[in-house]
């Protein structure tokens, strides 16, 4: 989808994405009403806007969902990773653990 498409019949949709005013009122929204949501399922979410946030190929994308990200980590008391950090965490680059057998 992008920037500002989709309409009011689903969930799925990018309206008023690129309103300010309109992404501020979501945003506290949520964190108004972030003790209320299963603690593994925030995770997923914070987690996937940092991803977002760090690798989006559009700008707007990647300040809003950085943003959040950060307002995630500042909210549960973590530093927040940088994009280098997280590239590590994710990549097991060195491919450490890729001989042992699954159990």
Known sequence: MR???GDDTTFMTLIQFSDDAF???LVKAFFDHVDELP???YMH???????????????????????????CCHDLH????????????????QHKYWDEAVA
């Open 39 to 41: 603690h593994h399922y």
């Open 78 to 93: 973590l530093y927040p990773e940088d994009e280098q950090q997280m590239d590590e965490r994710l990549g097991d680059w």
């Open 45 to 71: 979410l914070m987690h996937g806007t940092q991803i977002a946030g760090y690798k989006h190929s559009l700008p707007l994308m990647r300040q809003r969902w950085t943003a959040f990200y950060h307002r």
């Open 23 to 25: 992404w501020a009122t």
């Open 3 to 5: 920037i500002d498409e």
